[in-house]
C-alpha cells in the first residue's frame, strides 16, 4: 500500500469570510432537505388524511435526532477530529488507520465508491427537482408546460453551468453562493417560526421517545421503511467531513449551529402547519402535498420557489466539491490511476481534477435523460449513501481505538450507529427496483476500477526492486563513451516515482541497458515532489561521484506548474557555473552561443507479458488495472512536455515467466533427443 505523503498543512483560521464559503460549498445538500422529507414521509404514510397528532411529532423526533445523532455527534464532533493534516473524507481516514489491518481497504473502498456515486445523482435529483417547483408558479407554468422537455433542457443548461465554474475554484464558488446560502437558512428559520407559534404543541418533538413510540405504533403504515424518508434528512452529512479540507475544520463548527437550528426550526414549523390541515385533508391533494411550500402565506410563495430553487443547484457543489478530495485522496492512496489536479485558489485544500469533472458532468446529464423526472430519481438518491455512513463507522471505530480511547466508548460506539445506519440502509434498499439499481452499479463500476488499481498497485509492488546507483556507474559510463551506438540525446531524462536519492528502480535500468541500450551524455533520474506552500520552487542533486550521472529531487508548490523541460534547462545552468558539469554547447542552432544540449524525457509504462506465472485472477486485474491506465491521460501533459521530445516505453513487469516444453529439431537425421540418448549411452 502506497503511504500517503501530506505536509503538514495551515490550519484554516475562523473568520467570517471562510464561515460564509462554508454555508456556500458544504451545506446546499443538507441544507435542501426541508424540501422534500416531510413531503416524502406524508406521501409514505398515505397523505395528509392518515396523520394525526402523534404520527407528526413522532416524524419530527426521528429527523431531529436523526440530524443530531448522525450529523452534530458522529460527524462533526467525532469524525472531524479524524482529519489527515486538514483533509477528511473517508479515503482521509482510512489512511489513518489503514496499518492496523488490510482488509480496512475493502470498506474504505466501498465507502468512497459509494459516496462517489452518489455525488453523480444529488446534482441530478436535486437541480431537477428544483426545476419543477417552477410549475408553481402561474407566470411560468405556462412556458414550462405539461411535458418535460423545457424542464429537461433547463436542468441541462443549469448542471453544465454548475461544472464549467468548477475550474474557478470553490473559493470563488463559496463566495457567490454564501450570501444565498445564508439567506435560505435565515428564511428556514424565519417561516418556520411563523409557524411554530400558531401551534406550540409541536415542540414537544424534541422528546426522542416519541420517535421511538412512532416505530412501533398502529398509525405508522410505514413501519421501519419510514426510516427511509427520515435518512435523506442527513444525507450531506458525509459530504460536510469530505469538504473540510475546502473551508477548515474551525469554520465547519462555527457555522453548523447556525444551520442546525434554522433546519430545525423549519422542521417544527412544517409539523404545525401538518397539524393544523389535518383537520381539512380534504382541501389538500393525497400523495402531492408538500408542506414547506404550503406553510407559508401566498405573498412569499413565488420568493420561496426562486431562493429554493437557488439553494437546490448549490447542494450539488458539496458533491462535487467532495468527489474532488475523494479522487485526490485515491490518487495518493494507489487506489486510482494518476490524473491531474489543479489548485485554482492559494488554499491546498481546494483543488479542481478536470477529468473527473468531465466524468461528473456527463454522467449527471446521462441520469437526467434516462429518468426524464425528479419522482423516478429520488428512488435511487439516498441509497448509496447509507453504504457510505456504515463504512465511515467501521472506520471511525479503528480510528478511536488507534488513539487509545477507551472500550468503554469504541464499542457502544460501534454499537449504536452500525446498528442505526444499518437500518437506515435496509429500509433505503427498497428502493433498489425503483431505481436503487442505478446507484448501485454507479457504485459497483467505482468499486471495480479502485479494487482493480489496488490489487494491482500490490502486485506491481512485489515485483519492484531498487538498486544503489553507484553499482551501474560504471556501466552508464562505458554505454556513454560506446562510439557504436548512436546518441539517443545528450540529455536522457527518466522521470520517476521513487524518492530515495541513491537508488534507482529496476525499470529505468532495464529501459537504458537491456530494452535497447540508450547513450546520452548524461543521465538524469528526476522525482518531484508536491510541497504544502503554494509556490515553493526547490531542488537537490545526488551526482554519485559522477560528471554525468544525476538524480534530481524538484520540490515545487501545488501552484507551481509542473514544466520540467523549464526547470532542467536551470538546472543544467546551475551545475555548469559550478563547474560540476561540462558546456553542452551545440554545433548548429537557431541561437548563438547555445550551451545546454537537447533533451529526450522517457515514460515507463509496465505491459503483462502472456508468459508470466501468475494466477488467474492476478492476471485479469493486471489486464483491467492497464486497460484503464491507457484511458487516463498522458503524462507528457502533465508535466508540460507536449512540445518536448518524449518516448512512452513499455517494459515488462518481470514477473517470473511459465515453464515451456523444448523444441525439437526436425531438419537434421537425428533430432536432439536421439543425439542426448546417443551422448548418454
Not at 427511509?228 to 477548515?248: C, R
Not at 404545525?272 to 405573498?299: C, D, I, K
Amino acid at each position: 500500500m502506497k503511504k500517503l505523503i501530506k505536509d503538514k498543512q495551515k490550519q484554516i483560521p475562523l473568520r467570517f469570510e471562510y464561515v460564509l464559503i462554508a454555508l456556500g460549498i458544504v451545506y446546499g445538500d443538507i441544507g435542501t432537505s426541508p424540501l422534500y422529507v416531510m413531503k416524502a414521509i406524508v406521501s409514505g404514510n398515505g397523505g395528509l388524511a392518515t396523520l394525526d397528532d402523534n404520527f407528526i411529532i413522532g416524524a419530527l423526533s426521528l429527523i431531529i435526532w436523526t440530524v443530531t445523532l448522525l450529523t452534530t455527534v458522529k460527524y462533526v464532533m467525532v469524525a472531524m477530529q479524524a482529519d489527515n493534516h486538514g483533509e477528511g473524507g473517508i479515503f482521509s481516514l482510512y489512511s489513518l488507520v489503514m496499518k492496523r489491518a488490510k482488509w480496512l481497504v475493502i470498506p474504505a473502498i466501498i465507502g468512497g465508491a459509494a459516496l462517489l456515486a452518489d455525488g453523480v445523482l444529488t446534482p441530478a435529483v436535486t437541480v431537477t427537482s428544483a426545476i419543477e417547483g417552477l410549475r408553481g408558479i402561474p407566470l411560468l407554468s405556462d412556458f414550462i408546460g405539461e411535458g418535460q422537455g423545457t424542464i429537461l433542457l433547463i436542468t441541462i443548461f443549469i448542471i453544465s453551468s454548475l461544472f464549467l465554474v468548477q475550474r474557478s475554484g470553490t473559493s470563488l464558488i463559496g463566495k457567490a453562493f454564501g450570501p444565498i446560502m445564508a439567506l435560505w437558512f435565515a428564511f428556514l428559520g424565519v417561516i418556520g417560526i411563523l409557524s411554530i407559534r400558531f401551534n406550540p404543541h409541536v415542540l414537544l418533538a424534541l422528546n426522542p421517545l416519541r420517535g421511538i413510540q412512532l416505530l412501533f405504533s398502529s398509525y405508522n403504515k410505514a413501519g421501519f421503511m419510514i426510516l427511509g424518508s427520515v435518512f435523506l434528512a442527513t444525507t450531506g452529512a458525509e459530504a460536510l467531513y469530505s469538504d473540510m479540507g475546502h473551508v477548515g475544520k474551525l469554520n465547519i463548527y462555527g457555522s453548523w449551529p447556525y444551520v442546525k437550528i434554522c433546519l430545525i426550526l423549519n422542521y417544527l414549523g412544517q409539523g404545525a402547519w401538518l397539524m393544523q390541515a389535518r383537520l381539512h385533508p380534504q382541501n389538500y391533494p393525497v400523495t402531492e402535498l408538500n408542506p414547506f411550500f404550503s406553510m407559508m402565506p401566498n405573498s412569499l410563495q413565488l420568493f420561496a420557489v426562486v431562493l429554493s430553487t437557488l439553494a437546490a443547484i448549490i447542494a450539488s457543489q458539496a458533491l462535487i466539491t467532495g468527489s474532488f478530495t475523494l479522487v485526490s485522496e485515491a490518487i495518493h492512496l494507489g487506489l486510482m490511476p494518476h490524473l491531474q489536479i489543479q489548485y485554482p485558489s492559494k488554499m491546498k485544500g481546494q483543488i479542481y481534477i478536470p477529468k473527473v469533472n468531465n466524468l461528473l458532468w456527463i454522467s449527471c446529464i446521462g441520469v437526467v435523460l434516462f429518468f426524464k423526472s425528479s419522482g423516478r430519481m429520488e428512488a435511487a438518491y439516498g441509497l448509496a449513501i447509507t453504504a457510505t455512513m456504515l463504512m465511515t463507522t467501521f472506520l471511525l471505530f479503528q480510528y478511536l481505538r488507534s488513539k487509545n480511547v477507551s472500550n468503554i466508548f469504541c464499542v457502544p460506539f460501534l454499537v449504536f450507529f452500525g446498528a442505526l445506519e444499518t437500518s437506515f440502509l435496509l429500509s433505503s434498499a427498497t428502493k433498489f427496483m425503483h431505481g436503487g439499481y442505478v446507484a448501485v452499479l454507479l457504485a459497483l463500476a467505482l468499486f471495480t476500477v479502485m479494487l482493480t488499481w489496488h490489487k494491482g498497485y500490490q502486485i506491481e509492488q512485489k515485483q519492484s526492486k531498487l538498486f544503489p546507483a553507484k553499482r551501474f556507474v560504471e556501466q552508464l559510463r562505458q554505454l556513454r563513451e560506446d562510439i557504436t551506438i548512436p546518441y539517443t540525446a545528450c540529455n536522457l531524462v527518466y522521470l520517476t516515482s521513487n524518492g530515495n536519492m541513491n537508488h534507482l528502480e529496476r525499470d529505468v535500468l532495464y529501459s537504458i541497458l537491456d530494452k535497447r541500450p540508450k547513450r546520452a551524455q548524461i543521465y538524469w533520474f528526476i522525482h518531484i515532489e508536491v510541497a504544502d506552500k503554494p509556490y515553493t520552487r526547490e531542488y537537490r542533486v545526488q551526482n554519485f561521484g559522477t560528471d554525468f550521472c544525476f538524480k534530481v529531487q524538484l520540490k515545487l508548490g501545488f501552484k507551481v506548474e509542473q514544466r520540467i523541460n523549464v526547470y532542467m534547462r536551470q538546472i543544467i545552468s546551475d551545475l555548469m557555473k559550478s563547474g560540476e558539469i561540462k558546456s553542452q554547447s551545440q554545433v548548429y542552432s537557431l541561437y548563438d552561443e547555445k550551451n545546454v544540449g537537447d533533451f529526450m524525457f522517457v515514460f515507463i509504462r509496465k505491459t503483462l507479458d502472456p508468459d508470466s506465472d501468475i494466477s488467474g485472477i492476478d492476471h485479469a486485474f493486471m489486464r483491467l488495472k492497464y486497460n484503464i491506465n491507457n484511458y487516463t491521460g498522458s503524462p507528457v501533459r502533465w508535466f508540460g512536455l507536449e512540445n518536448a521530445r518524449t518516448i512512452e516505453e513499455s517494459v515488462p513487469l518481470f514477473m517470473k515467466s511459465k515453464e515451456t516444453d523444448m523444441l525439437t529439431r526436425m531438419d537434421n537425421k537425428f533430432t536432439y533427443h536421439d543425439i542426448r540418448e546417443k551422448k548418454n549411452a
